[in-house]
Every structure is written in structure tokens, then in C-alpha cells.
């Protein structure tokens, strides 16, 4: 990607420079975003109090159950209204617990300069997960491995705006269903030195996450440090199940943030309405904020949601619809409301190729949570087909789309502004500039320039091929591959990361159930 | 497009609507958008009046060229300093001319019921233009004829979206470049009774195009009603040629609003930087707006712009990038600031295919002018290949899109509310709301239903012939073309358009120069 940064760099005018921004792939990281644009706010105060409310209203009156023994006696503890695995929750008990999750934190990284934060305009981009098929190198479908789930490490390590490695880009088939967290775990951790994920996919796995972090960041800093992020999906309506408050104790106990996530597939498990749809989804992310707070008091912890709605016509799942932009306008002024940082989705789409529907898919989601002041914006890069593939291809294009997103939201700059009004009178009427000096210092970071959108004209673009943007963005993708240099990891820890694998996989049984987050 | 429009149907449950849902086709055009997105506004008052004392400094000190004998006796004449060709215009004399400016009209329609509103909130969706290439029914990239512009003011008539049948929606070959013009007219009039554009090729085409909409609306209509638009480019930096300004004349002089639009390629004919090529754009806008009250105080105006920012890699234009999107913001605020109806361009792109290229950056761009507040949301279908073609499949996309973002800027509704927040109790944790009575009353209306975005399983998906968008888009085409029914032409009218068009054909050379449009 040529000239993502934005920080200015160093002077250099005509024909030289532009050769080198030629050559030029920079995969240094952006530092984490601070997303300046003005949030957009479809609700008015009032419309806001609706929401907490009928939410409030919700947690009293209907209860939300918690299919877990230990979250129940928990409950029982701290005095909420319990009814078989009905929990009634009083909005005093809820609002007094939430109010000690932090507004923002520093999400950790085993290299302190890739460190970000998250909260108020604090925002990171996070690439998909959890994609049972790729489409590889060769834009062939197929199920994954560990070393494609390796090759998506590297990808996010090289791709500047992508600020974590997530953990199970791809679901790698290789490997025991049981034992693989330990794998996907350690790749996260040794192809990049950015935040990665820990998975939630059961209450031992999670706690196999937070030992090797331990051995990575060691016991007692990881006690005081966020260095990991847990999704625990509830099950909508107002259900959260046991291996999901298994984890989430797991990780909150260590003092490591979850994203709690209800799992929302509109008019399907809420009403059919985008307000009460709201409504509903907020009442089930409060209860699971709160008890994060029952864990442990002053754990961090991400206000979640996966949004779809329901086609009324085929039943199917969509994505990048005007009521899922609504809807992320509307938890992000609920999420603001409450001082929690919020998650949200961000490249969801139906398409089953990197055609034009992927595109329009993708794009408008992404403006949609970059307008709704999103924090901790995951799935950011290489979902289509309603999750079901991570495409190479569209990988690295949605990493630039990333970039892109990220330059506009920083807003224009005012630095130059005297100087480049002066230009104006400088070149006067039907000049052009050029050759200015104003232009030959400010060219390189003025304008983005799209590595992976081709702007030649059409006979340039036949002169070269005729390549459309699969065949381009591959190309790319096996080049930020062979450019890779891997972060190494300390050599002791390394040995006791090896060493806790070879373990944990004696001890686990090598058949275990699939499960699947999103 | 099943199911764009947003108000409320007649009330139909289960299977029955299901499948009535499956066959409508439903083409009644949307109502003018009133947008309720709350103003993405980057600068402050202090930054917003940074740019307007710029572009006043500029208007002042540099000045404006005005290349045309008659526009410089016209700025002398209310006391403009002129010197040579170059107009120095004092910001006193520049404020007190756009304050006649209407701040929103009504753009009449044939048919009264496709008035719509601009300014302020009031926002339409207008087809792209100007394209010497088509790609067509086949996706074959070829020269346009009469037929195929009218097959686009069709389609144009059959979205819903769409508020406008523009004019040369791609240029008619087949037809003598200097007579085209009549054609082009006639076509927009002929097969859409929806608002149209005004061909500015020549003050004198201008004159003939004024004649028509005198048959079409009479000629005491035209006087005090807005029936069609017509744009005017500026050559940036800061010229304004005899045609543009021949054209302005044509227009104004019969109360019918221009487009006043610098035509800016970031960082070759501005300054490199946003904020600096905004207070250029400004004065350029301004410049024009105030002749056009100089020409007939009080005709409506609207600020206009076409905005491009160039690659400094290979001299190539680019859309879709941030720094279009912040312009937009930009430029927004500061037509807000004078009060005076704004266009923007909306789908620009450089992809040579309809591929993820074309989808990225027209949602992007769609987004973003949304989000901006435009009023006059130009080149909304079609415009793929930086403007050198419009494709059909592009064409009902985006039109589809615009019904989207259309749909997103109502906001979200709020008048079930208490019914819907009602059924998350009667249906209960771990419940589903498919059969319950608020979903079957709501089901039709809750959630669009993208037609041309396929979420069905990939088996599925496989099973109808692995289509691509593009080839579903063209098939929905196909369709909606065999669905069109010509909303006729008052039988005397239409006479007298042909009456009028065969003279001036009788009258005009066959040979004359080609003049493009953006």
C-alpha cells in the first residue's frame, strides 16, 4: 500500500520522489485510530431514554435467563431477583454494576508500540475470524489450514491500518477441533506482535488462552494490563448460555476484556423493527456488561452485538442494509450513553464471489461504523459469503479500505493552509500547480492514493492485462507475503509457549464439538 | 425492487404475502428524500469562516476570469472592478448578490406528482450523464445510440429511487453531434414524466432547450416555476468560459436554476491539500452564483462542484478517496453557510469492469453525500470508468442503492414502538418472533430487501447458475424493461416538440464540435 500514513514525512520534490512512492510498501502500523468525524446521532435525548427504559423495563419485567449455575448463584449474591435460570435485574443493580466498567483502556501488544486504546474516539480495526473455507492465493475455495491461518497472521501484521491479529481468521482443519485454540492462539502470537484475540470457544479453552498469555506477558502484568479480547455471543432473545459465561469468567477474572454480544438476526429473534430491535439487544448486552462487573468490579469489558436482519422472503441473513447502519448509529449513542466501549461488525455481506455486491457490502457498513464512532471495529477485514469464507483477495483490499476509512477520519488538516492559499495567488486564474512548491512538499500525503483501485484508462488498464481487482489485490497479497519479516518472539518465551502447547495437547483428547463464534 | 417504498401497506400476513412480496415489481417513484441524517460537519464556525474569508481574499485580490465580453459588461455595469478579463469582486458585493438566492424551490415535473423539493433537507437522486460509452444489455462496451439513451431514461422512469430522467445519460452517436441535443431532450421528456436536465453544450443549444420546456410546461409556467436544470463548469482555477457562461444566460434569463460547478482535479488545477482546494472551490462557486443574480435577481441557483483528486503516481484522476469524502463534508457546510442548494456527484469511480472496485467506491461515495447533506445528488446510476461508460448492471444497482441509502436517511421509525418492546414479552428469553402478530403486521416493511444482493447459501446460489451481480443486474434490467409502460405525452405536445425539433433540424448543420459535460 503506497502512502498510508498519515504523518508527514520528509521533503522530497519531482521525478525522485515519485519513483520511490512507487516502490514504496510501508506496512508500518498506524497508530490506533482517534476518529474525529462528529458521531452520527439519530436518536435525540429523549429517543435515547426510550431505549434505556424499555431495556431497563425488559431486565426487570421479562428477566433474561442464564443457563449456568455459577452466573445464578453469582446473581443470587449480589441480590438480583432470581427465578429458576430467569434473572430479573433491577436497573439500580444495573446501572450501579456497570458504572465501574472502564470508559477506555490501553489494549496491550507484545510490542508496547502497537499498543492502542479503546474508548471514546479511541478506535481499532480487527480483522474477521472464525471462517470455516478460505479463498486462497488462487481464488480457490476450500477449507483452511494452520499454515493459511498463518499466511492471514502475516497479512495483518503487514497491512498498516489493521491493528490486531485477531485470533481464528480461518477455522484450521489440520488440527484437532480440541486442541486447535492452542495453535490459533500461538500463531496469533508469533507471526505478528500486534493485539490478538483469545478464544471463547469453552471455559477451559479460555483459560488455556489466558496461561499463555501469561507466559507472554507475564502473571502479574497481565493482572493490571488488557492484553487479549474474548467475544461471548448471547443467544437472542435474552439467553446467555454456559460456555459462554464459562469464558467470560475466564477472561474477566484475569482482568481481560470480553465483548458481550448479543447475536441478533432482526425479525428473527427480535421484533421486526429497527427501535425495539435496539431496545431488545440493549437489554441483553446490559445484563452481560453487568455481570462482567459481578466477576470482577472494574474489569474492562466492550458493549457487543453481531447484527443482521432476516430477509422476510428466503429467511437468509443480511448485511449492509440501511436499518443495520441505523442500528449501529443508534448502540453507538446507547453504548456513549452508558460510558462503554462498543464492538461492532464491520465487512458483513452475502456475496459469495469479491464481486460488486461484495464491494457496495463492505463499503457502506464500514462508512456506517465509521459515522457511529464504532471502538473496537472487528471483522474488518476478508469476510464474505455471510462469514463463510475469509477471501485473500478481498483481505487486503478491505485492510485499504481500512486505511482509507482511517485518513478520513482524521479529519482535514489546517497546517498548510495560509501557505497553500498563497499558492492560489501565486498560480492565479487558469494556472496549474504542479510544478508550485506547495504542491512538490505536499504531494505525497494530500491525496490517498488506492494501491488496489486501478484509475489508468482503459487501454492502459488492457495494456496491463485487464485485470480486475481480484487478480490485482492477489497479486499484492503474494507480494506483502514475500516482503514479510517475522516479529521474533523472546526465545525463552517462545520455548514456554512451545512447551505449554506440547502439555496441553498430552492432556486434552484430540475429539472435541466444533464451536463457532462470530 | 421489491419492496422500496416506505410507506406503510395494507397489512398481510404469512405465506400469502410472502409470495405477493416475490412478484411485485414496484416502480412508483420515491418522494423527494427529506433526510433526516443529522450533518457530518468536520469544521468548526471558526474553520467554516477560515474558508469563506479565503475564497473572499481570493475573489477580491486575485480575481476571476471571465472569458465572455458580455458577463464583463455585466460586472461592470453593478460596479465589479474589472480589469481585462479578470474580475475582482468585492465580498460586500459578492454577499449581497447570493442573499437573492432561493434557499429551496421546486423542480416541476410533467407529471405534478414527481415535483420534488431541493434545499434544505429536500434532497433527489439524478442518473449520471455524459458518457461516450455504454456498457450494455450484454455487458459489451460500445458506442451509445438514440436507443440506448432512451432504454436509460426507461430505467431511469422504472427506479424508484431515481427522481430524475436527466438528459444524456450516455451520447447518442448516431445522431448529428450539433442536432443532438433536441433529441436528447426529447427523449428525457418523452420517455419519463419525471424531472429533467438542460443540455448547456452552446448558449444556443441552451436557447432550443428553454423552447422545448416552453412547449412541454408554456411558456408563462417557465416564467415562475423551475422545470429543468442545466450545469455549468468552471474551469479551475478560477475561469468561467464564454459557452458555460453563453449557457448560464439562456437559462437564468428564463428563471430556470444552473449548476454552478468548478471542475476540480485536486492537486493539478488546486492547491494539494483539502481545506486549501476548498476555499479555491468556494470562490469559484461564489463567483458564478453571483452572476447568476447578476443575470436575473432572484432565479434559483445551485452551488455545484466536480471533484477529482489526482494520483501523483501516474497523473490519473481518483474518486472514492477520503479526501473526496471530506470535500463533500466541506463543502456542504459551507453551502449551508450562504444558504443556497448544493450538488454533489455520487457514484464516481474509475473501475473499467463492474467488479468490487466499482461497488467500494460507489457506496463509499454514496455514503458519504449522504452523510454530507447534498441536496442535488448527481451521477447517482450508471457511472463506472471515470465517467467514460455507464453500464446497465451499474445502472439498476445503484439505483437500488440509492433506494437504500434513501431509506437510511428516514431514519428509524418510532410509531410501533410500544407494540414491538410488547412482543419481547409475550414472546420471552429463548423465544422467536416469526409468528408473532406485530412481525406479520411489520415483516414487509422492517427490513429492505436488496433485489440485486444475493444472502442465499452458496449451494443454493450455485444451484441458480452461480451468478455474479452483474449478471443478475442485467437480467433484472432485461425485466424492468419489459415492465415499462410509456407514461404518454399530451398528444398536442408532443406534436408540437416534433414540429419544433424538425425545423431546428432543418435549420442546424449537421456538423458541429463535441462538447462533454461532468
Redesign the interface.
Known sequence: M?NPAPKPRARAGGRMA?RS??AMTDSTMLPGLVN???H????DGA?VE?IDN?SM??LE?????FRDDIALADWRRVGADVRGE?VHLDRGLVRELIKTIPSDFTYHARNPAHNVRLGGRHAIFVPMTGAPFLRDLDDVRRNPTLDDLAMFHKLSHMSPALHSSAHHIVEPYDHPISQRHLRITYSSMKHSDKTFMGMTTSPKNAEDVMEMCAVLFGEDFLETHPVTTGNCNG?S???WDETMLGAMRAFCRRNQPVLCSPFVL???????????A???LNAEALSALAYTQVIRKGCPAIYGHYLS??????G????????I??MNF?IGQMARFYGVPWRTSNTL????????????????T???VM?AGANYIWHSAGWN??G?HCSVA?FV?DAE?CA?????AE????D??DQ??A???D????????G?P??QE???R?????E???????EQ?MAEG?Q???ARALTHARKLLQDYEEPKLDEAKNEALLDYIARREREIPAADALNQEF
Open positions: 503506497s515519485r512512492l512507487r474525529s468525524l462528529p452520527c446521532e439519530v436518536m429517543q426510550r424499555a423495563d425488559i419485567n421479562v428477566g433474561v435467563v430467569r443467544n432473545p435474552l439467553v432482526g425479525g428473527a429473534n427480535t421484533p421486526a423493527s429497527v427501535a425495539p435496539v431496545a431488545q436482519s432476516v430477509s422476510m422472503k428466503s437468509a441473513p443480511m448485511a449492509g442494509t440501511p436499518e447502519s441505523l443508534m455481506g452475502g456475496a459469495k464471489t469479491f464481486d460488486a455486491q461484495a464491494g457496495y457490502e463492505s463499503a457502506t464500514l462508512s456506517a459515522h459469503e455471510a463463510m478481498k483490499v479500505q482509507m476509512a482511517y485518513r478520513m479529519g482535514p488538516r489546517w498548510d493552509f497553500a492559499i499558492a492560489v495567488s498560480i492565479g486564474p487558469g494556472g496549474h500547480y504542479l508550485h506547495h504542491t505536499n504531494f505525497q494530500a491525496f490517498f492514493l488506492p488496489l483501485f486501478d484509475n489508468n484508462s482503459i488498464w485487464s480486475e481487482i481480484t
